[in-house]
């Protein structure tokens, strides 16, 4: 071990390079790596470097497998060793597989980090259960599958700090959870400011570009899709969008304009909240400065549409000809590496999609993943079969899924979960076996998320794992081998990252001097045709999409749905989103104390005259409820603020609340968020934007909680 060693921060998808030091084999600090030139956006927060030498020495880290000593739910655990846990799981496995199908079976993987996520698919691969179930129907698949439909492939940000003018931040926040996470770096963003690039924010909430922005719209949650719909109407009716770019490299803008024609603006402000002269202004905005780029987050994902929301948003990038623009946004192509394709699936055992749970959703299931509620759901109804038994890794469905309550439902009576953690979380309070993980740096691996920017990163182990812990992948191998699957899996796990690293003709080692392998960009001309669509143009009109049975073109009244009525919000007027945590990484990380010291509550914000509305001031702990059940926050309030919106903190629990799993129910913003149909009918995502909420301070009256539906909001009493 040298003082210093290359390493990369884990703690976010931005994966910064930093550089650690070490005393005695100790990791004793972790600076940013500023000088090596490779991405490291370092977040306000340093949240790496401030947490990553506490999360390899943690005391509360998980260091030995488990298996339940109490009843399912009470946390009691009896230590067993790897050999004890591996024969229990293997032993249920084949039990399940030989009884019920191995359908019954479910893999349950969080946001990817790398190995585990790969290994997990390949592994419902082999054992032939396509339920494979991930956050796609929240994250990452809504805005790349609308860049696939339209483009052919991802777009991201061309990254060149000198030539773009104009830039949209829509329902991103690049400060918190970093920026080269959606393509764009802080450092050129900021630059591009400096010089007098336009801003303009699509943000209900606020952060800390909209101080700078020249246009700020605080948009009614959920209404990206008929602002940007008002956006295109604005630039093709006023001829502001690049006619020749249009004719030469797009094809539908005929039907869309036909669809342009079906609406107002005043239509588009009654759904917005953003007045007619704001979206006329904001679109030609633009339109006219050139080249501009749309920065889109996570926002625009969630909701009964989302993939129609971030089609109209994309189509903007083409009608103003910045798709494969200098300065705006272009085609990849990742690193070469060992692609999900091979590594994920084999063709000679393909997934037998057709016994898949969440089959109502084509995306998807093209994309090897079953939305979250579809599992909950078919715990619970046993429709279409029972599922039996879920082997979990990098997640926590308590605090992550929609609906809370019914998901802890489902897992309650799930009759078998092996949770693989590295902390004790609400989530492992409820599992069967508790099987202790090691991250990055605690072991060799491979970082190649998030997969569309292409970069292929190289761990290094640098420290030991604590106690036994062991990588998610290699617990996978191990339990294929048991299984009967080694043929398919390696002798030692860690031979899988050559397998990786065949197509770049390099090994791990060979990785490890590199660092990281790079993508390419390319831009307009740089190759014919340009988009690898069936026409090769851009289809602002997807035949691909109407023959999936989708709407060829995001229409008015299909991107403005809601699951919810205008009834809903006669009881429950406020309309509720959420931010990610600038301190946290989604509901991970809450025993470090470093971070902890940056954000010690969840803390939701409302216009002041909202807040008096409802009888609730700054400061107060209030209760935020909405039809499924109710939580507290700590308010703070801002006239930065529509006074119809509320943004609430995500992920939110107490590690050191030693009743109901950690209170997993007293702050849990999705306690009241509903995963039920209708979804979005492609992706199966959500509506986690603009849930009708109300706040309030004191105990509600007693016969009006007796009224409340269901016995687990009656134990839903917040914290
Ligand atoms: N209402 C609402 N719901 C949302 C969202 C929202 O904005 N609003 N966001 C959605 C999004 S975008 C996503 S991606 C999902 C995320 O949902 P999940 O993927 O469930 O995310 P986490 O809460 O981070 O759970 C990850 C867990 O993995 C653990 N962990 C960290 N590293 C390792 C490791 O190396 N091995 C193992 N085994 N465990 C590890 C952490 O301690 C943490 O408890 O949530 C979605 N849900
Ligand atoms: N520190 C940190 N970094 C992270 C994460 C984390 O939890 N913490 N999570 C990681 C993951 S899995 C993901 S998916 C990304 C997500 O990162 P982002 O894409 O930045 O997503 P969010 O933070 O969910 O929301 C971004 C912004 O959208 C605003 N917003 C909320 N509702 C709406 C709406 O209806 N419309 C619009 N236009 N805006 C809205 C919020 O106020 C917020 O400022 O970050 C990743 N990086
Ligand atoms: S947590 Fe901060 S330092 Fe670590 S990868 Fe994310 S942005 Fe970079
Ligand atoms: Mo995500």
């Known amino acids: 071990m040298k003082a210093n060693e290359p390493i990369f921060c884990f703690f976010c998808p931005n994966h910064c390079a930093m550089t650690a030091t070490f005393e005695d084999g100790k990791m004793v600090k972790v ?37 339940r ?37 479910a893999l349950i993987l969080g946001e990817p980090k790398g190995m585990e996520f790969a290994f997990g698919q ?75 690039c336009k801003l303009i924010m699509m943000e209900p909430g606020k952060n800390r570009y909209c101080e700078k922005a020249h246009h700020w719209l605080r948009l009614k949650p959920g209404s990206d899709g008929a602002l940007a719909l008002g956006m295109a109407k604005v630039i093709i009716e006023e001829g502001l969008y ?76 083409a009608l103003t000809g910045n798709v494969g623009a200098h300065g705006g946004e272009v085609i990849i192509e990742p690193a070469k590496f060992t692609r999900p394709g091979r590594f994920y699936f084999d063709r000679r055992f393909p997934r037998p999609i057709e016994k898949s749970i969440g089959q109502e959703f084509p995306i998807a299931m093209g994309s090897a993943y079953v939305p979250t509620q579809s599992l909950v759901r078919s715990i619970l109804t046993e429709d279409p079969y029972p599922v039996k038994m879920g082997l979990a890794h990098v997640t926590n469905p308590l605090l992550t899924y929609p609906d809370s309550a019914k998901t802890y439902e489902a897992f309650m009576k799930l009759p078998f979960l092996v949770v693989a953690e590295i902390f004790p979380t609400s989530f492992t309070a409820i599992a069967d076996i508790v099987l202790p993980a090691a991250v990055p740096g605690e072991h060799d691996t491979i970082g190649y998320w998030p997969a569309w920017f292409g970069y292929v990163k190289a761990y290094q182990k640098v420290v030991d794992p604590p106690g036994d812990a062991w990588p998610d992948a290699k617990m996978i191998n191990e339990l294929a081998k048991r299984v009967g699957l080694g043929e398919h899996f390696w002798a030692n796990w860690e031979e899988s990252l050559d397998f990786m690293l065949e197509e770049a003709k390099l090994t791990f080692q060979d990785l490890v001097q590199k660092r990281i392998l790079w993508p390419k960009h390319y831009f307009l001309g740089d190759r014919e045709p340009y988009f690898p669509t069936p026409s090769g ?23 403005s749905a809601s699951r919810y009525k205008k ?53 107060d702990m209030i209760y935020i409820e909405s039809r499924k059940g109710r939580i507290q926050q700590r308010l703070e309030t801002s006239r930065d603020m529509h006074p119809q919106a509320v943004m609430a903190a995500f992920g939110w629990w107490d590690t050191k609340a030693d009743k109901n799993q950690y ?42 909680e007796a009224r409340r539906a269901g016995p687990t909001s009656r134990e839903n009493k917040g914290a």
């Open 567 to 619: 009834e809903d919000f006669e009881r429950y007027p406020l309309y509720l989103t959420n931010y990610k945590e600038g301190a946290y990484m989604l509901s991970g990380y809450r025993h470090v104390k470093a971070v902890k010291k940056k954000k010690a509550e969840a803390v939701c914000y409302m216009h002041p005259d909202t807040a008096e509305r409802f009888g609730v001031k700054n400061g």
């Open 242 to 317: 690049e006619k020749d770019y249009v004719a030469r490299h797009t094809i539908g803008i005929e039907e869309l304009k036909k669809e342009i024609a079906t609406f107002t603006l005043d239509e588009v402000a009654a759904e917005t909240w953003i007045e007619p002269r704001v979206v006329r202004e904001v679109a030609r905005l633009y339109a006219t400065t050139k080249p501009a780029q749309i920065l889109w987050g996570n926002a625009l994902e969630n909701s009964v549409s989302a993939l129609q929301i971030c089609r109209a948003v994309t189509i903007l990038r």
């Open 122 to 196: 390949r592994f419902g691969t082999y054992l032939k259960t396509p339920n494979v179930i991930t956050p796609g129907n929240y994250c990452g698949v809504q805005t790349g599958t609308a860049d696939h439909f339209t483009f052919g492939t991802m777009m991201v940000q061309s990254d060149l700090a000198s030539e773009f003018n104009c830039i949209v931040i829509w329902g991103a926040n690049p400060l918190n959870t970093g920026g080269s996470f959606r393509g764009m770096r802080q450092a050129v963003l900021d630059a591009a400011l400096r010089r007098g």
């Open 537 to 559: 143009k851009a289809e602002i009109y997807s035949r691909q999409m109407s023959q999936l049975g989708l709407s060829p073109l995001p229409y008015f009244n299909e991107v």
């Open 663 to 704: 209170n997993w129910r007293g702050y849990n913003i999705n306690i009241l968020t509903d995963g039920d149909p209708p979804n979005d009918p492609a992706t199966g995502s959500v509506q986690l934007r603009g849930v009708p909420c109300r706040v309030y301070l004191d105990e509600p009256h007693p016969a009006r």
């Open 69 to 105: 000593a109490g009843e399912k739910g009470e946390n009691r655990w009896t230590r067993i060793s790897w050999d004890e846990a591996l024969d229990i799981i293997a032993e249920k496995l084949l039990f399940y597989r030989d009884t019920f199908g191995p359908e019954s079976i």
């Open 31 to 67: 600076v940013a790596d500023k000088k090596s030139g490779l991405p490291c956006d370092i977040c306000p927060d340093a949240k790496g470097p401030l947490a990553i030498p506490e999360v390899h020495s943690h005391k509360e880290r998980l260091r030995y497998p488990m298996k």
